[in-house]
């Protein structure tokens, strides 16, 4: 190689077209109507409140179901995640199994409207299913991500999708929110339809992602069974994980983050009602709150990070959500000491709103920053195979936060409980201060380098023998 020739491994990867990450960022914007109206603002708190409904203590029982519900989906996300994610990298079929993901949460979504109060098992196994499908295609649509621009872009692209997906959220839950009314047994017949109405909304909104991504990457001869590849390639990633430092400590770290993300995205609806009592109307202004900071915050800290670096944009975002936890912990007793000391009379719920912004700007930034940094972290070939490893600690975490509010909360109450919230961004904190982001890049070009000059040489054996 000449010295005017770059290295293979400083190659910089394309940009795509703006239609084609459009596209992608469409994904984000249509399966948010999954997110927010079955597992944060309706559907759980009608499941706890309505269909299992044991008010009497609590609702700790309707909880608890909740938590084992969304913890077993998460479960079968991790034993799978890599395994599809290495099969996929193998045959370039990310699209394929895209599809796939997006097919199966539609349908059952769309079959929640048969959950009627009473109804548990079916809405238990409805909703593992409905949340292993779309927890899955979170993997998959994310496994696009490198492919879509140079490492200095990562961070708004996937910035830009996560806003456009609380855009999407905005238009989704705005609409069921005023035309299906609350999560009471009273309006259950015109609040059931909200399972339909989501997998519509879904179905339809994610139709250019299909249209305009490209699935980059040629398929490998398939030679064993896709099983054995599967299996092989995720046995071979974790050997070369020592190479890759820098991505397994941010795993780690974002293994306990996520923790605490998920349970406010399973709770925060299901608190409002239960601990801060709120009416219809904060309830709606909150979740309006909720997607425009989240929103924002995607968007406007996207941008932060491609010029302050992804690793410190995650460690202030996880700052902001101990503030958030503390805040929320705290709202009824705040509440009670401002109207004594200073005259006032304002309503917890009230106050909750304010603590929702600050909440909301963790949201969207936490997610986007984490998304992005393992990108940066990925060789292009290992992408959704590293995007599996990704979705394998997200959903792992869903599984250690769920299952462990849902049994103290059991003993403690809610309120208490969410503290253990704090203690999950505060490890995710110590652990990331020893991830290197430079270094981990570089680790990922090593790789991609590497692994081109191996692909010469079975070439040129392959010319030889054919001579």
């Known amino acids: 190689m000449s010295e005017s020739q770059p290295a293979v491994?400083?190659?910089?990867?394309?940009?795509?077209?703006?239609?084609?990450?459009?596209?992608?960022?469409?994904?984000?914007?249509?399966?948010?109507?999954?997110?927010?109206?079955?597992?944060?603002?309706?559907?759980?708190?009608?499941?706890?409140?309505?269909?299992?409904?044991?008010?009497?203590?609590?609702?700790?029982?309707?909880?608890?179901?909740?938590?084992?519900?969304?913890?077993?989906?998460?479960?079968?996300?991790?034993?799978?995640?890599?395994?599809?994610?290495?099969?996929?990298?193998?045959?370039?079929?990310?699209?394929?199994?895209?599809?796939?993901?997006?097919?199966?949460?539609?349908?059952?979504t769309a079959m929640l409207y048969f959950v009627a109060p009473g109804y548990v098992l079916l809405g238990l196994a409805l909703i593992v299913v409905s949340n292993y499908a779309?927890?899955?295609?979170?993997?998959?649509?994310?496994?696009?991500?490198?492919?879509?621009?140079?490492?200095?872009?990562?961070?708004?692209?996937?910035?830009?999708?996560?806003?456009?997906?609380?855009?999407?959220?905005?238009?989704?839950?705005?609409?069921?929110?005023?035309?299906?009314?609350?999560?009471?047994?009273?309006?259950?017949?015109?609040?059931?339809?909200?399972?339909?109405?989501?997998?519509?909304?879904?179905?339809i909104t994610a139709i250019p992602t299909f249209l305009w991504v490209k699935e980059r990457g040629m398929p490998q001869p398939p030679g064993k069974p896709y099983r054995q590849i599967a299996i092989e390639r995720v046995a071979t990633t974790l050997h070369e994980l020592k190479r890759f430092r820098d991505l397994g400590l941010f795993l780690v770290s974002l293994l306990f983050s996520m923790a605490g993300v998920y349970i406010i995205i399973a709770f925060a609806f299901i608190y409002g009602a239960q601990v801060i009592g709120w009416d219809a109307a904060t309830r709606n202004i909150m979740f309006i709150v909720v997607q425009v900071t989240a929103a924002a915050g995607a968007l406007g800290f996207g941008f932060l990070q491609d010029r302050i670096g992804t690793r410190v944009t995650y460690l202030f975002t996880l700052v902001l959500w101990v503030a958030a936890i503390v805040a929320i912990w705290a709202t009824p007793e705040v509440t009670t000491f401002l109207n004594a000391h200073l005259g006032l009379d304002w309503q917890a719920q009230h106050l909750f709103l304010v603590v929702g912004c600050l909440a909301g700007l963790s949201l969207g930034s936490s997610q986007s920053a984490s998304r992005a940094l393992v990108g940066l972290f990925s060789p292009t070939r290992k992408a959704a195979e590293f995007f599996g490893f990704w979705g394998l600690a997200n959903k792992l975490a869903g599984v250690i936060g769920i299952i462990g509010l849902g049994l103290l909360q059991s003993v403690v109450g809610l309120q208490a409980s969410i503290l253990l919230c704090a203690a999950l961004f505060i490890l995710a904190i110590v652990i990331c201060l020893g991830v290197d982001q430079a270094r981990g890049q570089q680790a990922a070009r090593d790789w991609e380098a590497r692994d081109r000059e191996a692909s010469a040489e079975r070439t040129g054996s392959e010319a030889g023998l054919a001579q």
């Open 9 to 108: 491994s400083d190659m910089p990867r394309p940009r795509a077209s703006k239609k084609e990450i459009v596209g992608w960022a469409m994904f984000d914007f249509a399966n948010q109507a999954y997110t927010l109206l079955i597992i944060t603002v309706v559907f759980g708190e009608l499941f706890t409140t309505v269909i299992v409904g044991d008010r009497g203590d609590g609702y700790r029982l309707a909880n608890l179901l909740w938590s084992l519900a969304l913890a077993t989906s998460y479960l079968l996300v991790v034993i799978t995640g890599p395994l599809f994610g290495a099969v996929m990298d193998y045959q370039a079929a990310k699209k394929r199994f895209l599809f796939v993901s997006y097919l199966a949460t539609v349908a059952t």
């Open 134 to 203: 779309y927890s899955m295609g979170e993997s998959f649509i994310a496994a696009f991500l490198p492919d879509l621009g140079p490492p200095e872009d990562l961070g708004k692209i996937s910035g830009f999708g996560w806003a456009l997906g609380y855009v999407g959220g905005l238009f989704a839950a705005g609409f069921t929110l005023v035309v299906l009314g609350e999560a009471t047994a009273e309006n259950f017949e015109r609040v059931r339809w909200v399972g339909p109405f989501a997998a519509g909304f879904f179905l």
